[in-house]
Nanobody, 116 residues
Framework: QVQLVESGGGLVQPGGSLRLSCAAS????????MAWYRQAPGKQRELVAG????????NYADSVKGRFTISRDNAKNTVYLQMNSLRPEDTAVYFC?????????WGQGTQVTVSS
């Protein structure tokens, strides 16, 4: 089993930046892919960015390309989401996910609010 703990959310003004962190524990050695999703009120959860264990292969939602960067530190079993040029429409609860061969694991989520 994999446990995920997110941190780094908060309130930021439009144009500002935040960095989210997601620390994995438990059977973290079995993780091959980690990702950030977000869910705004009344909307479905959507993929924001994902990254494979090699730390090189990444993918992004079109809405965040050029503004967000996903990275990981395998030694710390941690994945990061650097969010720049934040917009009000980025407001959501951000969730971390981790895939193993047999399981899909989720964190509890962290709130990101972009507002002046």
């Amino acid at each position: 089993q994999v446990q995920l703990v997110e941190s780094g959310g908060g309130l930021v003004q439009p144009g500002g930046s935040l960095r989210l962190s997601c620390a994995a524990s438990g059977s973290a050695f079995s993780i091959y892919h980690m990702a950030w999703y977000r869910q705004a009120p009344g909307k479905q959860r959507e993929l924001v960015a994902g990254i494979f264990t090699n730390g090189v292969t990444t993918n992004y939602a079109d809405s965040v390309k050029g503004r967000f960067t996903i990275s990981r530190d395998n030694a710390k079993n941690t994945v990061y989401l650097q969010m720049n040029s934040l917009r009000p429409e980025d407001t959501a609860v951000y969730f971390c996910s981790a895939k193993t061969v047999t399981t899909l694991n989720w964190g509890q989520g962290t709130q990101v609010t972009v507002s002046s």
